[in-house]
């Protein structure tokens, strides 16, 4: 049981440039989340899901798309990549109600 | 100002020291109160969880939730060095599709 998995564990991009990160859950979670942590800041909320087909903006959504075409999987898009993204990347799922969110280990993103 | 306030320490304690953390909180939608652990280079491993006011025990951890004053705690009794992480307060409300809102987190070294 691999819980939540992030994919790339750590990339370097130049401006400009475009990425996609991948989130997998193998727990059958309906709702999952993209958090940015950067110092000093604690962890933002980037953009979220409620369930396959369905996102919604967080605290800080502007230069981010997400997409949710199968429930196990929450994808975070960066159209042209900017060095204020700079971030580590943390994705979280956990089913509605009184449960607990978990995390994956994190994307470290570089932007030059 | 954000929604969860959490000193950022950093906090030096000799082991086997209790280990008092706090947060602070302005939205009294939140139901949901966790404690989150996380060392370098990891994503956030669930401590506690609590569901409304009242304490709640898991072996030397123990968590308390002060609704009506908007205040949260963790203690740590028997402080080790293997607990030198930081701690993450966390809370959420099912109107914001239980997304978390994070305190910055407290650095917390245990020293031999």
């Known amino acids: 049981n691999a819980g939540v998995t992030q994919t790339p564990k750590f990339r370097v991009l130049k401006t400009g440039q475009s990425m996609t990160l991948l989130c997998a859950q193998d727990m059958n979670h309906e709702y999952m989340y993209w958090y940015r942590q950067d110092p000093g800041m604690g962890l933002r909320l980037i953009h979220y899901s409620v369930g396959e087909g369905t996102t919604a903006k967080g605290e800080v959504p502007d230069g981010y798309n997400v997409s949710r075409l199968k429930k196990q999987n929450f994808l975070l898009g960066l159209e042209s990549a900017a060095p204020s993204q700079t971030s580590v990347y943390f994705c979280?799922?956990?089913?509605?109600?009184?449960?607990?969110?978990?995390f994956g280990d994190g994307t470290r993103l570089s932007i030059l | 100002q954000k929604e969860v306030e959490q000193d950022p320490g950093p906090l030096s304690v000799p082991e086997g020291a209790i280990v008092s953390l706090n947060c602070t909180y302005s939205?009294?939608?939140?139901?949901?109160f966790m404690w989150y652990r996380q060392y370098s280079r990891k994503g956030p491993e669930l401590l506690m969880y609590t569901y409304s006011s009242g304490n709640k025990e898991d072996g030397r951890f123990t968590a308390q939730v002060d609704k009506s004053s908007k205040y949260i705690s963790l203690f740590i009794r028997d402080s080790q060095p293997s607990d030198s992480a930081t701690y993450l307060c966390?809370?959420?409300?099912?109107?914001?599709?239980?997304?978390?809102?994070f305190g910055k987190g407290t650095s917390l070294l245990v020293t031999p």
């Open positions: 979280a799922s956990t089913h509605p109600g009184n449960q607990p969110q978990h």
């Open positions: 939205n009294s939608a939140f139901q949901y």
């Open positions: 966390a809370m959420s409300a099912v109107d914001s599709g239980y997304a978390l809102n």
